[in-house]
Structures are given as structure tokens and as C-alpha cells.
């Protein structure tokens, strides 16, 4: 039943209106994605305000799904979603059978999802997918109210949205009241991170102005208010919308007399209602709204044309909304009001009531209401089971926060004495309820809370004769950062004669990875060799294995002997095949694709095993988690070698499987450094936000210090170098990483960022700040030390970027330390550092007035570099020293990528090319030189084979190369010539050879 509740005009309101429609319909296109959080007090009018904004959207084209969040701790995971897609089905027209049957088959998704820890990301995908196909290629837009009661899965399928991973042209509206967004509100730091995305904007909505106030009063009256009475109406009311039209209503009705109390003008309202009505009031206030109209004749108890005319007069008295799904209080602030009026007896009575109803018909949104109101009825036996069942359905929808919480909820009620006619609660198993309730408390972060609940489980000892339980409070520990007590608990189990072998094979294995995070790398492989012994001697202990091989092999890559740590690595793929496990073969690859592209540098062969192992786990149906990880991990490799071209199309494959958590971040910040390079600032900035957004709840170092490196190096090639400082700085004060490369990497770019401000003089260097950068250089030269070969070799190349900064900094650019510099990244054929090392190299020799020919050489040298990586920005700086140094850099036509990334419409691209520096669609001459000068001796040799028509087979037979290997050939000229067809390809071949 529908009302008129709305009745009232939108007053003072218009500004917002249309700065609504703009940010979340004119202003983004395909694929991009927007959110508005409206916050403001109760009464306010956000509620009013979405309503409008929907209908508004509605008529612009776009796809309106609204839902609202329940009110109660408990909520059922991803209810305003479910909510939303039943009313969309529930409006939509007989001639729209093909949209809901879209909406029918995602509500089945819920339905039939099987709750694994490892398969929320897969629902998140489907739920992706689904909302691509009711969108229809319209834009969709997401309406959420009451948001501050948003569950946890809701929140984390927004995140994943709003982070451009569903590839849907999607906007959220949600509302969310300010007042509860107190202390440690889960929404609270979200909301925060939030606010600094460009995509994502919080519209606080203030209270009416005088003005607006007497606008909204006089419509609601019929005439303007006389000087005193909206005086009185402004005093009392503070602009508050609700209010104001409250007390416009009494004015209108002659009903005089009220208190000047919010609370007292409520009570007269419901006091005038007859009998049936006043008793609808208090039922919706006391249920979970919405309160269907089955539900509530079931608790009130009345006929039904008697329920109807009850609910027509609180209807008609502004107190209740009816709408399709049931009935609301006209605001929440009624519930909070009538909340003492009943007396206790009275109130435990509805509570039955609605929790007897409910009984009747259970339903998968149910369990969670039938717990709160038997809690409430006082009945704690017929609450346990409606909690236990809504903590299994919450971990079903990997909602491990609500499960938590349901299962403390029937902690407490399994220990509440019976006090209601059911009797004696039923027996349940305490002990069971505490490991449930500790295990996803562990799963939701809460890792305090679980050694808690493990402590009450063992009864307090701090030992328990239990192996299990003490590796599971291990691994709490240890998430919790108690390294010291997990590692002696860890050590407690080997060292134990009631421990079985398969115990202390997964306590060694998880102690050497707890060393290795610790950077204690021989520890650790002692711990892996013992691991390893224990496994051999159990059967299906291949996760173990896996584990124990990863921190052996990163122990001996890290020291001395990187070939044995590279050996029991591959050892561990070996058995992984053997068992045939999909995720412990996955597992296998991930190890030994990180550790030949990490520690040991072996980059070509790490990027051919990572995707070698991509294909074999997509073949194991893991192509959404591993292969994107794997993909990931060639896409940084190709990257570092310079093949910046097919990294692009790596990454792109990936993200077609739209990754969620941890493998989204992998993936974006790995195409991320590529816009960088690129000098793609729009890409760029989206990566990051998506990143940002993502990371909104925390993350860990090996994600957050790569995304503030990549906004170092953005802001730096923006000139905005105090950003840059800002975020190298909050690496340095996060981070505990270990990682002598990555740690090395921050430090130079921090380093960088103070030269460069030096050097333009828009920002005065700051010498706290290099300070720091200056004692985290000492460290990663004194860590670096003891870590083996490959390893060292990687950090030397970093530190030989800062000590040639610090000379930058030092006002003398010494261009020795860059040609150091430059010779280490040669060294490990890492083109883009290597190019920039060369370009101060010049910079310093010209500084110094000597030695010019030099300088002229290495800026050539860069500059052919920088081209054939498509690298612009630093193409730019090149070209601008070449510039003031009138130094002739015989400039070729245009490499990899660089026109590419901005022009990919044109069928061939031989006629429009980009000059490096220029905006993105600026476009330059015609090149008069060879076009084939950016082609290697090799890649020359290839197109001429295929200008005579000879396949990849052929080719590599003439050439002595493998058929793969020319196909990577073939692509790279294809980027280079920027043509699509090996017939554009010849016919340049041919009109550059005279033919």
C-alpha cells in the first residue's frame, strides 16, 4: 500500500538535485564508475532527497536499484542488494521478460552460493556479471539507504564496484545518518578513504535555511506563516525538514497545546490514533522494518479490512510509510520516542509475537529477525538455533564479520538461564560455539577477539595439551603481530610427544614462514628442511610441502646458495603434479614464478613460468584467483626488460576475469606502472583510486608501498613534488618490510622527489625528510650485505640511483655516480632506469660546461631508449635538456607504444603519431625517416619473412627460433609500426625498401 507521505514539496534542495545527476549520470561514461554518500542528521531529508535523485536517474535512461540496510546489528549479508533486486522484479512490466529473468537468475546466485572462504570472490563476480545483464548497457545506479547499517559483505561488494572491476557504468546514491557514524564504526574509516577519490564525493546535507524553512512551512500550511508563528516554527525545529513539516502540520490543523519537545510531539501524534492504530505504530516500532503486511496482521491479530483502515489512519497521520515490501515508521526518530512507552512485559510480548509469526515462515532473510525478537521475548532457548542458523547462512555469503557476531550472539544466549515457557534451552556444544565464534572472528580481523574466545576455550590454560588448538592460536598470534608468543607455541607442538607428525609438519611449516616474514632467513630454512622431513613421512601433506618449499627457497635465494632454493622450489611443483591438488599446484607456480622475477632476477624465464603456469591453472579452474596472480607477476617482469607493449596485453587478458581482493590490486598496480610509464595521468589516477579503494580497510606493505611509489613517480612527472615527498614519507612510516629492493625503490624516489624539487625550486627541500631517506638508504646497504647475489644485485642498482640524487641534492651532480648508475641497470637489462640514470648523466656533464660530445651521446642514447619503450614523460625531459642544450638527437619515428596508447581507432597508425610530451591526442607531422629504425636487427630479419609470406612456423625454421618466440617477435613490430595486419606490416617493409 502505497502513501502519500511525500506529499509535502522538496524544498531548498535544487542544487543538490542536479549536482546528483551530474556526478552519478552527465559526467561519467562507459565503464567509469561514481558514488555520492549523502550524510547528515536524522530528519534531515536524505531519504527524501534519494527518492527524488531515483526518480530523476529513473527518467534519464539509467537502471534504479533501490534497497535499504536493516537496523539491527545482525543483518543478514548483502539484504539491501537482495532487497533492491526483488523490487526491481517486482516492477517490472509484462514486456520485460528477458530483464527479469536476469534479475531471477542473480537472485538464484545468492540462493545456491556455498559459502567457501575462497569463493567470495567468484560471488562477487557473479553478482558483476549478473548486474551487467539487467543493465542492458544502460548505466546503473545503485540506491542504498540507511547505509551506517550497512553488513560487511555489502560493504566489500561496494568497494569492489566502485573500483571500475565490474566493468559496468555504475553509480552508488547512499545515505547514511551522520550521528551513527560514531567511535569505531566499521563505515567510519571506509567513508574516509573515501573521500580523498576523485570519484567519489560525500555530500553533506545541511539543515534548511531560515528562508527555506518558512518556504517549506508556508506550502505545508497553504498560506506564509504569520512573523511569530514561524519564528517559533524556525526556533523549534533548527531548519530540520522532518521537523518543520511536523509542526507546519499542527499549525494547519489547529492542534495546540504540544511542548516544544521532538519527543512530546511525536507522543500527541500517536495519542489522537484510535486504538487499532496506535497498536500499528508500536508493532512496526518494534519490528525490523520493513515489516511486511502478512507479518504485521500476524502480530497484531486483526481481520483484515480492520488491519487495513488501522494502517490507513497511521498512514494518514504522517506516522507510518507503506510501500510494496511492507510498512516503516515515517522516521526512526518515532521508534526512539515510543521505545520507553511500553511497559516491559508489553514490549517482550510483540517481540514473541513477531518471533512466532516468523517461525511460521521461514525464509533465508529471516533467521537473523526470529533470533533478534526471541532475544528480545526473553526466550534465549528458541533464540540459540535462529542465531546459529543466521551465522551459518553469514559465512554461506562469506559475511564472516555478521557470522561473528552471531555466533558471540549465541555464545551469550547458550549461557542466558531459560526464563520463558520454553524450559530448558537445548543442549549445544560450547566448545564448538568458541571455535566457530574465534575462527571468524580470526576470518574478520578481530584477531584480539579470537585469541580470547581460544583462551575461554582451553579454559584459560596457556597451554593446551590440544596440537590443534595450539597451532591455531599460533596462527592467531601471529596475524595479531605477537610474533614472539606464536613462534613459542609453534616451537611447543615440535617439541611435543602427544603431537602427531602431520601436526608438527604444519607447525614447522608454518613457523618457516612466520621466520621468513620475520627476515630471519636461516631460521626459516632450518624450520622448511624440517617441515619437509615431517611431510615425507605423511601422506596428503602436500600443502605443506608447498609452504615449507616457498620459505626454503626464499631462505637460500635470500643468502648464499640461490640455485638450492630455485631446486626445492621446483621440487615442490614436482610434487604439486604429482598429487594433482588444483590449488596446491597453483600454489607451486605462484612460489616459483615470484622467486625467479623477485630475489634471483632471472626475469625472461620467470615471466615464460608464470605464464606457463597461468594456462595450467585456468586448465584447473583457477583461472579467476592464480592465473590473474600469475599474469600479474609476467606483467611486472615484462615490464622491468622493457617489453612494455605485451605486458599491456598480459594484463589486459587478466583483468577480463575481473579479479576481487588481493588479486585486483596485484593486477592494477602492475598496469599501473605502465600508465606511468606511459605518462598516462588519467590511467594512472584511476589505477590508483581503484587501489585506494580497495585498500580502503588496510593493507599489506607488499600492496601499499608499490601504490605510494607509483603516486610518487605520477606526482613527480606532474611537478607536484610535495606530493610525492608525502607519499614516499608515509612509506617510510608504514612499512616494516623487509624487502631490501622495494624498500630501495621507495628511498629513490623520495630522493628523486627532493632533487627535483631542488632543482625547479617550487618547493624547498626538506631536510627532516632526508634525513630519513638518508638513514633508510644506510639500511638497505647494511641489509643488502648478507642477502645473496641476485638479491644484491638488485639493491645495488637502487643505491646507486640515491648516492646519485644525493648529488643532485648536494648541488653538484656528480655524472660519475650516474654513469654508475647507469652501468648497474645495464647489467640487468632494465631499460627504463638505465635511461634515466643516462639523461642526468648528460644533465651533470652539462652543467659542468665540459665534455659535451659525451653528453650529447648518452642523450641519444636515452632518448632511443625512452622511445622504444613508449616511456613519454621521460621522452619529454629528454628532449627538453636536448633542447636547451642544442643538442641534435636525429630523432627517429615514433617506438613502442607511444602513439598506440592514444590513437587505437586508426587501422594502421603510419599516418598520425604522437609527439612525446604532448597532450594525449596531439598529433605531429608525418615522420620523414625510415620507419623501420625503431625495429631491432632481429625484428628487421622477422618482417622481411613476413613480407615474403612465410608463417611463424616458417620463420622460426629459417630462423632458428622457436614459433612462440617469433610470435612475441611479430607483436612488437605490430606495436612498433602501429599496424594490426601482417599486410600493413609488409607494405611498409616494401615502401621502406624501394620495393
Not at 594502421?908 to 625503431?934: I, N, Q, Y
Request: contains cysteine; proline residues 4%.
Amino acid at each position: 500500500m502505497a502513501s502519500d507521505v511525500d506529499s509535502a514539496p522538496l524544498v531548498g534542495r535544487a542544487d543538490q538535485l542536479a549536482a546528483l545527476r551530474a556526478a552519478l549520470h552527465d559526467d561519467i561514461g562507459p565503464g567509469q564508475t561514481a558514488a555520492v554518500f549523502v550524510t547528515g542528521e536524522s530528519g534531515v531529508g536524505k531519504t527524501r532527497l534519494l527518492t527524488e535523485a531515483a526518480a530523476r536517474l529513473r527518467d534519464a535512461g539509467a537502471v534504479v536499484l533501490t534497497g535499504s540496510c536493516l537496523d539491527i546489528g545482525d543483518a543478514s549479508p548483502l539484504h539491501p542488494v537482495l532487497q533492491a533486486l526483488r523490487r526491481f522484479d517486482a516492477d517490472l512490466a509484462a514486456g520485460q521478460a528477458r530483464t527479469s529473468a536476469a534479475v531471477r537468475g542473480l537472485l538464484r546466485t545468492f540462493a545456491e552460493e556455498s559459502g567457501g572462504a575462497d569463493s567470495a570472490g567468484a560471488l562477487l563476480e557473479r553478482v558483476s556479471a549478473g548486474l551487467s545483464l539487467i543493465a542492458e548497457g544502460r548505466p546503473l545506479v545503485l540506491v542504498l539507504d540507511d547505509l551506517q547499517w550497512v553488513d560487511r559483505t555489502t560493504r566489500q561488494l561496494l568497494l569492489y564496484l566502485l573500483a571500475g572491476l565490474g566493468g559496468l557504468q555504475l553509480s552508488v546514491l547512499a545515505a547514511v545518518r551522520a550521528e551513527s557514524l560514531q567511535g569505531a564504526h566499521p563505515l567510519r574509516r571506509v567513508l574516509t578513504e573515501l573521500r580523498r577519490l576523485r570519484s567519489v564525493r560525500v555530500l553533506d546535507l545541511a539543515p534548511l535555511d531560515r528562508a527555506d524553512t518558512d518556504r517549506l512551512a508556508g506550502e505545508i500550511v497553504g498560506t506564509p506563516l504569520a512573523p511569530e508563528a514561524a519564528d517559533q516554527v524556525w526556533q523549534r525545529s533548527g531548519g530540520n525538514p522532518f521537523v518543520v513539516e511536523e509542526l507546519a502540520r499542527d499549525l494547519r490543523d489547529g492542534r495546540d497545546g504540544l511542548s516544544d519537545t521532538l519527543r512530546e510531539i511525536f507522543l500527541s501524534r500517536v495519542d489522537v490514533l484510535p486504538r487499532q492504530a496506535h497498536a500499528a505504530v508500536h508493532a512496526v516500532a518494534a519490528g525490523v522494518e520493513p515489516v511486511e503486511h502478512w507479518l504485521l496482521a500476524e502480530v497484531l491479530g486483526l481481520p483484515e479490512q480492520e488491519l487495513i483502515g488501522a494502517l490507513r489512519e497511521a498512514v494518514a497521520h504522517r506516522l507510518l510509510v507503506g510501500a510494496d515490501d511492507g510498512y516503516r515508521l515515517r522516521h526512526r526518530l518515532v521508534a526512539e520516542v515510543l521505545a520507553h512507552e511500553l511497559l516491559p512485559a508489553e514490549r517482550a510480548g510483540l517481540h514473541r509475537r513477531y518471533a512466532e509469526a516468523l517461525t511460521q515462515a521461514p525464509a533465508e532473510l529471516h533467521q537473523a529477525r526470529l533470533a533478534h525478537h526471541w532475544r528480545l521475548a526473553g526466550e534465549p532457548g528458541r533464540a540459540l538455533p535462529a542465531a546459529m542458523a543466521a551465522a551459518r547462512e553469514a559465512q554461506r555469503l562469506h559475511g564472516f564479520a555478521e557470522a561473528h557476531r552471531h555466533w558471540s550472539a549465541a555464545l551469550q544466549l547458550a549461557a542466558t538461564p531459560a526464563s520463558g515457557p520454553a524450559g530448558v534451552p537445548p543442549e549445544v556444544d560450547r566448545a564448538a560455539l568458541l571455535e566457530q565464534a574465534a575462527e571468524t572472528a580470526h576470518q574478520s580481523g578481530e584477531h584480539a577477539r579470537a585469541l580470547s574466545l581460544l583462551a575461554e576455550l582451553t579454559g584459560g590454560e596457556p597451554l593446551d595439551p590440544s596440537c590443534g588448538l595450539r597451532i591455531r592460536r599460533a596462527r592467531y598470534l601471529a596475524a595479531a603481530g605477537r610474533s614472539a608468543p606464536a613462534e613459542a607455541e609453534y616451537r611447543g607442538v615440535l617439541e611435543s610427544v602427544d603431537c602427531t607428525a602431520r601436526d608438527r609438519a604444519a607447525a614447522a611449516a608454518r613457523l618457516a614462514e612466520l621466520l621468513l616474514h620475520l627476515g630471519r632467513y636461516a631460521d626459516a630454512g632450518q624450520r622448511a628442511r624440517e617441515a619437509l622431513e615431517l611431510a615425507a613421512t605423511v601422506d596428503g601433506s602436500t600443502t605443506e610441502v608447498v609452504l615449507a618449499s616457498s620459505a626454503l627457497g626464499f631462505s637460500e635465494a635470500f643468502l648464499e646458495d640461490p640455485d638450492a632454493g630455485l631446486a626445492v622450489v621446483r621440487r615442490a611443483l614436482e610434487t604439486a603434479e604429482r598429487s594433482g591438488g588444483p590449488e596446491d599446484v597453483a600454489c607451486a607456480y605462484l612460489h616459483l614464478a615470484e622467486l625467479l622475477t623477485g630475489p634471483l632476477n632471472i626475469l625472461e624465464e620467470g615471466v615464460v613460468v608464470a605464464r606457463r603456469g597461468a594456462e595450467r591453472v585456468a586448465e584447473l579452474g583457477l583461472g579467476r584467483t592464480y592465473e590473474t596472480r600469475l599474469l600479474a607477476i609476467a606483467t611486472n617482469g615484462l615490464f622491468r626488460v622493457g617489453q612494455w607493449a605485451e605486458a599491456e596485453k598480459v594484463v589486459a587478458a587478466a583483468l577480463r576475469h575481473r579479479p576481487s581482493g588481493a588479486d585486483a590490486v596485484e593486477l592494477l598496480l602492475a598496469r599501473c606502472r605502465l600508465s606511468v610509464g606511459y605518462g598516462d595521468v588519467e590511467a594512472s589516477d584511476r589505477d590508483l583510486e581503484a587501489v585506494a579503494t580497495m585498500l580502503a580497510g588496510g593493507g599489506a606493505p607488499r600492496h601499499v608501498l608499490p601504490m605510494l611509489i607509483l603516486r610518487a613517480g605520477l606526482a613527480m612527472w606532474q611537478g607536484r613534488h610535495d606530493v610525492a615527498r608525502q607519499a614516499v614519507q608515509r612509506g617510510l612510516t608504514e612499512s616494516r618490510s623487509d624487502d631490501v629492493v622495494l624498500l630501495g625503490a621507495l628511498a629513490w624516489h623520495g630522493l628523486r622527489a627532493e632533487a627535483e624539487a631542488h632543482a625547479s625550486r617550487t618547493v624547498a627541500v626538506d631536510p627532516t625528510a632526508v634525513r630519513r631517506l638518508r638513514d633508510a638508504v644506510d639500511r638497505v646497504a647494511a641489509k643488502s650485505v648478507t642477502a645473496a647475489g641476485p638479491v644484491r644485485l638488485n639493491a645495488d642498482g637502487f643505491l646507486a640511483l640515491c648516492t646519485a640524487e644525493l648529488t643532485r641534492l648536494d648541488g653538484r651532480g656528480d655524472p660519475d655516480a650516474w654513469a654508475r648508475s647507469a652501468a648497474e641497470w645495464d647489467k640487468r637489462h632494465h631499460p627504463y632506469p638505465a635511461a634515466y640514470s643516462r639523461l642526468r648523466q648528460a644533465e651533470a656533464l652539462l652543467a659542468r660546461r665540459s665534455r659535451s660530445s659525451t653528453a650529447s651521446k648518452l642523450l641519444r642514447q636515452a632518448h632511443e631508449m625512452a622511445l622504444s619503450l613508449g616511456a613519454v614523460p621521460l621522452t619529454s625531459e629528454i628532449r627538453t635538456l636536448a633542447g636547451r642544450a642544442r643538442v641534435d638527437l636525429a630523432e627517429p619515428a615514433q617506438p613502442a607504444g607511444a602513439g598506440r596508447r592514444q590513437d587505437r581507432t586508426r587501422p594502421t597508425g603510419v599516418g598520425r603519431r604522437r609527439s612525446a610530451g604532448a597532450g594525449p591526442g596531439a598529433v605531429v607531422a608525418e615522420p620523414t625517416v625510415d620507419e623501420l629504425t625503431t625495429l631491432t636487427a632481429r625484428e628487421r630479419e622477422v618482417l622481411a619473412a613476413v613480407a615474403e609470406g612465410l608463417t611463424n612456423k616458417e620463420i622460426g625454421q629459417r630462423l632458428f627460433i622457436s614459433e612462440r618466440t617469433i610470435g612475441v617477435h611479430v607483436s612488437h613490430i605490430f606495436d612498433k609500426l602501429q599496424v594490426r595486419t601482417r599486410v600493413q606490416a609488409s607494405a611498409i617493409h616494401l615502401r621502406n625498401r624501394g620495393e
